[in-house]
């Protein structure tokens, strides 16, 4: 046994024998107003005769009491006044108090703040932030309001990073209110028959309204702050919009057309083409190309569906030409007409921050109260050698070939990366899929990244995994990508290179560093939980702000920056980031939502495992699609999901139950007991319901059936 535990083994013993001592004693006795008067004049006279002793004596009682959590804290106040006047037994309450507090956060912070952090880090990190940023405010409101009992301020603080000093005056300073009262009152003792005399309802409503007082002065600060941050600009007298988006792409247009639909006046800037990255060179193209794809590989793959032959012949431009046409018919719903006719000043320029609250664009400076900046992203091309020497494709310029290319590399095997070289294999390239990490989709689960590579190596694929990129070298039939794999260098000849490694946030250009606008260490534009920038009147949407870079997620953070925008001061919404989903739209399609089985490894979260085969789903096997499987982590012994993981045919059309039953706490029971359509793929989702309900059945309560059943047949 180790000498920190038996420390903690011996103050916890300490705590438990004074608690026990205290109750079999029945100190309690000596402790309570009728004791208190009758002993009063005997104390007062003793005090008098040996004042520093008496002192010493009281708060050496007042700081065990205070230690302990016991009850007559309120008498023991009562006390001090009677005893030694308001100026000196408020003194003695204070520091006796304070000091009795600590001393209980201190054990309390050393025997259990450790273990508590560590089982539920991952829930608690949010709240440690707020404490290391403003737990001063926070425990000063606790204090202040008496309807709080001190000892569970002292507990649940000691399980926060505060420090100790902070909370030592803190709490020191939030208790002295009521200190005096209780003091004071002591001093008047013989008109108080029970501590419940000294708080009226009026006197706690103060001491509500002195609870505030932290809040105000933290919005105080906050005003304070932003008057620093806007030192030197010259604010507007009158703007001419309510709002201003910088950006047309999925949050841009979702800011303002919530800022056309409440009426509030509304510019909306784009210098390149309407819809952003999703329509133009995202999403769309990419899911019309996948699609293309897919009924290339059923036809090769006919066989499986009883057709002995399907002949197809491909012609690459007429694939690119229905692309294109895909994105001109969805294009309408993203057209500057349409939102001219909502009410939206469309302005089509290049935008550059002038002020806090003034765009130029188009040669003209146009204001507003706020600004929402959807800038975007672009992709990331990494500083490899020889790489800028040749010519290399991304995902925003793939969309110009008009040849399939004959040898195709993709570095990166991450959604991007996955999704477009299963299409080109598919459409007929020699394709070679490089990724740097040991497997293909390294978010996800590794079931669902080694599925997806046995795919990949049935359409024809080369899956290169473990293998990072050194330097890329011009030949005569195009280039060469050599990698570092198991300390030797290995190369893949291409026609065609295609850079997939994720996408950066766009910034240049804008004048936020002139601004002063901060950015992150990721290079993203720093955002609170409200979507503010450092100023708080410019919000940011979409792939500039992360953390996740997925249309759907644009939107939704497009909602809070709009309403804020428009709203604030007067209220704020947060982003609400507790369910996020995300699909990869290869064959088979990967979805998931919440918690993959490493992640909560590495949160170290508690869970439980349930997975379906997609082999035995009849729905699956009369399309010859019976691979994949449903995976659902659950907290231990319950059936709230954690997190839901889909790899499959239609995956991504059978997650949106899990994010619902999950966003509104739904657990594995509700969907076991909810009728699903037969055949459908969503059955999936019932059936792992089931085999969660089959490792968890009551036993006992079984084997009781089955003799009941068996009497019954008597």
């Known amino acids: 046994m180790n000498s920190r535990l038996v420390l903690r083994l011996t103050v916890a013993a300490v705590f438990v024998l004074a608690l026990a001592a205290f109750f079999v004693f029945d100190l309690q006795q000596y402790l309570n107003l009728a004791t208190l008067r009758e002993q009063r004049d005997a104390l007062l006279a003793w005090t008098r005769d040996h004042l520093l002793l008496a002192l010493a004596v009281y708060m050496g009682i007042y700081i065990v009491m205070a230690a302990l959590s016991v009850p007559g804290a309120a008498v023991l106040t009562l006390a001090g006044g009677a005893l030694f006047g308001v100026v000196a037994g408020t003194l003695a309450v204070s520091f006796a108090s304070t000091i009795g507090a600590t001393l209980v956060f201190l054990a309390a912070r050393f025997l259990f703040r450790d273990a508590i952090q560590r089982k539920f880090r991952k829930r608690l990190e949010k709240i440690n932030a707020g404490v290391e940023k403003d737990g001063a405010f926070y425990l000063l409101a606790l204090r202040l309001v008496p309807v709080f009992p001190f000892w569970v301020i002292n507990l649940v603080m000691a399980l926060t990073p505060i420090r100790t000093w902070t909370y030592y005056w803190v709490s020191q300073l939030g208790m002295l209110p009521a200190t005096v009262v209780y003091v004071n009152a002591g001093t008047q003792l013989a008109q108080v028959d029970s501590v419940g005399d000294v708080l009226s309802p009026g006197l706690i409503g103060a001491f ?210 996955a999704e477009l070289t299963q299409a080109f294999a598919r459409l007929g390239s020699k394709v070679t899929v490089v990724e740097m990490a040991q497997r293909l989709l390294p978010r996800e689960d590794a079931q669902a990244g080694e599925l997806l590579a046995n795919h990949l190596e049935e359409d024809g694929v080369s899956v290169a995994t473990a293998h990072k990129a050194l330097r890329v070298e011009r030949t005569e039939n195009g280039g060469r990508l050599v990698c570092e794999h198991q300390g030797r260098e290995v190369s893949f000849d291409f026609s065609h290179l295609l850079v997939a490694l994720g996408r950066k946030t766009r910034t240049a250009g804008y004048g936020l560093e002139e601004l002063g606008v901060r950015l992150d260490e990721a290079g993203r534009i720093d955002v609170d939980g409200f979507q503010r920038t450092n100023f708080p009147n410019i919000y940011v949407c979409g792939d500039a702000a992360g953390p996740y870079q997925f249309t759907h997620v644009a939107s939704h953070q497009a909602w809070s920056a709009a309403a804020n925008a428009l709203i604030s001061p007067l209220w704020s919404f947060k982003t609400d980031y507790r369910v996020i989903p995300w699909v990869t739209f290869t064959d088979p399609e990967v979805a998931r939502v919440g918690l993959s089985e490493e992640e909560a490894g590495m949160q170290e979260i508690d869970y439980e495992v349930t997975t379906y085969g997609l082999d035995d ?78 490792a968890h059945q009551p036993e006992a309560a079984l084997r009781w059936a089955e003799r009941f059943f068996r009497w019954r047949r008597r």
């Open 617 to 694: 789903l009849d729905r699956a096997i009369a399309d010859s699609a019976d691979y994949g499987y449903v995976k659902v982590l659950t907290e231990p012994g319950k059936d709230r999901i954690l997190g839901a993981t889909i790899v499959g045919a239609h995956a991504g059309e059978m997650l949106p139950e899990f994010v619902l039953a999950m966003k509104h706490g739904l657990g594995l029971n509700k969907l076991l007991g909810t009728i699903h359509v037969y055949p459908t793929f969503c059955e999936a989702n019932k059936f792992v319901a089931g085999e969660w309900k089959k």
């Open 208 to 417: 509500v309204l002195l609870g505030l007082l932290p809040l105000i002065l933290r919005w105080v600060l906050r005003i304070l702050q932003a008057r620093k941050v806007y030192a030197g600009f010259s604010k507007p007298k009158r703007f001419d919009y309510n709002l201003i988006v910088i950006g047309a792409g999925s949050a841009g247009l979702v800011s303002a057309y919530i800022g056309a639909t409440v009426k509030a006046k509304v510019a909306l800037i784009e210098k390149n083409r309407m819809g952003g990255d999703c329509l133009n060179t995202g999403c769309v193209p990419s899911k019309a190309l996948i699609r293309t794809a897919r009924a290339m590989a059923e036809a090769r793959h006919s066989r499986r569906y009883g057709v002995r032959r399907m002949d197809t012949e491909l012609d690459f431009g007429e694939v690119m030409a229905r692309v294109r046409e895909v994105i001109r018919k969805i294009e309408p719903h993203d057209s500057p007409e349409r939102y001219e006719e909502m009410g939206v000043d469309v302005v089509q320029a290049e935008a550059k921050l002038v002020s806090p609250w003034e765009v130029e664009a188009g040669g003209h400076r146009i204001s507003a109260r706020s600004i929402v900046l959807a800038t975007g992203a672009e992709p990331l091309v990494p500083p490899i050698d020889g790489l800028d020497e040749i010519g290399y494709l991304t995902s925003d310029t793939l969309w110009d070939l008009e040849q399939l290319p004959e040898r195709l590399v993709v570095l990166g095997g991450g959604p991007i990366g």
